[in-house]
């Protein structure tokens, strides 16, 4: 019984990772998009950055992360440095 809910565990661990991995493929454009364009969006900005915090549990997104969090402090610094510590509190593995 022990090895069966192990091996469910496992499965959903492996689930959780597919899915971080695809939807890093859409947010990464949108991330470029949102710097390249120089969006001052506080809304689309912070919604992406809540979700790559929501999937670098997974090891993914965290370089994304940055770079949109640094982009954000050139015109918004306290919300980006809010930003930066959620990702050292809860987040970064460094």
């Given amino acids: 019984?022990?090895?069966?809910?192990?091996?469910?565990?496992?499965?959903?661990?492996?689930?959780?990772?597919?899915?971080?991995?695809?939807?890093?493929?859409?947010i990464e454009p949108?991330?470029?998009?949102?710097?390249?364009?120089?969006?001052?969006?506080?809304?689309?900005?912070?919604?992406?950055?809540d979700y790559l915090l929501e999937i670098i549990p997974f090891g993914f997104g965290e370089k994304e992360f940055k770079k949109l969090n640094n982009y954000y402090k050139t015109f918004m610094p306290d919300n980006a440095k809010v930003y930066n510590k959620?990702?050292?509190?809860?987040?970064s593995n460094k």
């Fill in 1 to 26: 019984m022990a090895d069966e809910w192990y091996n469910h565990i496992l499965e959903l661990v492996a689930q959780g990772r597919d899915l971080a991995t695809y939807s890093l493929k859409l």
């Fill in 30 to 49: 949108a991330v470029e998009d949102i710097i390249k364009n120089k969006s001052e969006s506080i809304e689309d900005i912070e919604r992406t950055l």
């Fill in 86 to 91: 959620f990702l050292k509190e809860d987040y």
